[in-house]
């Protein structure tokens, strides 16, 4: 799914209007309609008391049309317009006199009671097109509905946010109902806490619009998932599935490797050999005895050498960072020509000896933590900032890099790729290791390094979706990833199926 900026917003609306001969007015009916549709569906009791809160542009009429819709529906509604959000737009204005005909009252500053949890607080005082600072008495307005005892759902946008720039105070939506594309700034890290819940309404905008205009930022849907997937041919065998490396460890660091291995065969990959340390070589075999072991030094690898080809190589994961380790890790990059999976200790080992970036195959996958990628490409002052330099990053090194955070984002040259599964149970020791796993055993069988990269995050946080629903996040380990791996791939084959 695409992820349009402003400017392609306006557009897109500006070409459903011409095209599809309707005014802006019925096109923001059309929309507000499809929030309350919505939000009809999540609250069908008309027990809950819905406070809405409009700014006067066209955000704020969406907020009035669904005060009308709710209102007329039986729902009990107490409407407030915030003054200093602008100069009221035609269609707000328009709304504003078909509600007041109803006999809804506004900014009575009356008291009203609601049950517990039974009080919603819609936010539609700015949307997509805020540019310009709050003023004091917009913040005092965002304050109140922060601090109301409710549940704070946003129209398109929580209100304070900017779509192209940092963003320091904010409404903290727990649902945003947000119109036909999602967002870039609803993903990144730092405006985590303006957006719990997101929800795309489709308002039907002009399709071919869409379809022809072109972006660099993509949420990657199911979608787009049953599109990247390779199903298992009836006739496979352990010979067609590919054949994957998994290179690292150290002494107290064997589970990485083992998480890492058994991830790659649960992906679908043929064979999995594990090459590590002699101390890890008994724990191995015992905990996973599906893999072959090659190993090389006693407490941590020295020297990386075998004789057989693999079809992908995953390196990095608890290897250490000693120097025979470092040396040995430069010698092997001098001899690849095919992508590798690089990870972890092998990533800090990168930043320590930078020249060694060119050396990486074109196509490598890196999967830094954030952390380690600002020792890989140092620091940055804003998302956005990083962002760019991720991007510079890739394209000087021919690299995907996938940015891990509680919104993966897959950054190939200009292009990027935001994960939409995974859950917050992902938060805990092993989980990356096992990342690393899956994204090599999905190049064993052949999938190009980015599909790879792709599709191997959704499916490590679809199986987390999964598992969580059994284990609560609490609960949720690096080896129930693994466990789960099954479900996600049942469930895209499964909606596959239903197409």
Not at 42 to 68: M, S, W, Y
Request: hydrophobic share 40%; proline share 3%.
């Amino acid at each position: 799914m695409k992820i349009f900026d402003v400017s392609q917003i306006r557009q897109a609306d500006e070409t459903t209007i011409l095209r599809q001969e309707i005014t802006s007015l019925e096109l923001m009916e059309r929309a507000a309609n499809e929030a309350f549709l919505w939000i009809k569906r999540r609250f069908p009791d008309k027990e809950t008391v819905f406070h809405i809160f409009c700014g006067q542009g066209n955000n704020g009429g969406d907020g009035l049309v669904i005060a009308r819709q709710l209102r007329d529906d039986g729902y009990l509604v107490v409407l407030e317009i915030i003054e200093g959000t602008g100069n009221p737009t035609a269609d707000f204005t328009t709304s504003l006199d078909k509600i007041q005909q109803t006999g809804c009252k506004y900014n009575t500053g009356e008291h009203y009671n609601y049950k517990k949890h039974k009080l919603v607080a819609i936010d539609a005082l700015f949307g997509t097109g805020l540019s310009r600072e709050l003023s004091e008495e917009v913040k005092k307005a965002i304050d109140t509905i922060n601090n109301k005892k409710a549940l704070i759902l946003s129209i398109d946008v929580p209100s304070g946010m900017f779509l192209d720039r940092p963003t320091d105070f904010a409404v903290h939506s727990d649902i945003v109902l947000t119109f036909q594309f999602p967002k870039l700034a609803f993903y990144l890290a730092s405006n985590c806490n303006f957006t719990k819940e997101i929800e795309i309404l489709d308002i039907g905008l002009d399709k071919e619009y869409i379809e022809n205009t072109t972006s660099n930022y993509y949420f990657t849907d199911r979608f787009d998932i049953h599109s990247r997937y390779k199903p298992l041919h009836p006739h496979a065998h352990k010979g067609t599935q590919g054949h994957a490396l998994i290179i690292g460890g150290s002494y107290g660091k064997i589970g990485s490797v083992c998480l890492s291995a058994k991830a790659a065969l649960k992906s679908g990959c043929g064979l999995v050999t594990a090459y590590i340390p002699e101390c890890g070589y008994n724990i191995l075999q015992t905990a996973f005895p599906e893999a072959m072991v090659l190993t090389d030094g006693e407490k941590h690898i020295s020297a990386i050498n075998f004789e057989l080809k693999p079809k992908a190589i995953g390196i990095g994961m608890g290897i250490g960072q000693e120097p025979e380790t470092q040396n040995a890790f430069g010698n092997f990059l001098k001899r690849q020509s095919d992508p590798l999976v690089i990870d972890a200790d092998a990533l800090n080992i990168l930043s320590y000896n930078k020249e060694w970036l060119k050396l990486l195959p074109e196509n490598t996958i890196i999967t830094p933590h954030p952390k380690e990628l600002e020792r890989l490409m140092g620091g940055w002052k804003d998302d956005f900032e990083k962002l760019e330099k991720i991007k510079s990053f890739s394209k000087d090194f021919k690299l995907i890099l996938v940015a891990k955070d509680a919104n993966t984002m897959i950054v190939h040259g200009d292009h990027v790729y935001i994960n939409s599964t995974g859950n917050a149970g992902l938060a805990t020791g092993g989980s990356g290791d096992v990342l690393t796993g899956i994204i090599t055993g999905l190049l064993a069988q052949s999938y190009n390094p980015v599909d790879a990269a792709i599709f191997g995050v959704y499916l490590h946080g679809l199986s987390a979706d999964e598992g969580v629903a059994e284990t609560s996040k609490q609960a949720f380990i690096a080896s129930d990833i693994i466990h789960y791996i099954g479900a996600g791939y049942l469930k895209i084959e499964s909606e596959i199926h239903q197409k």
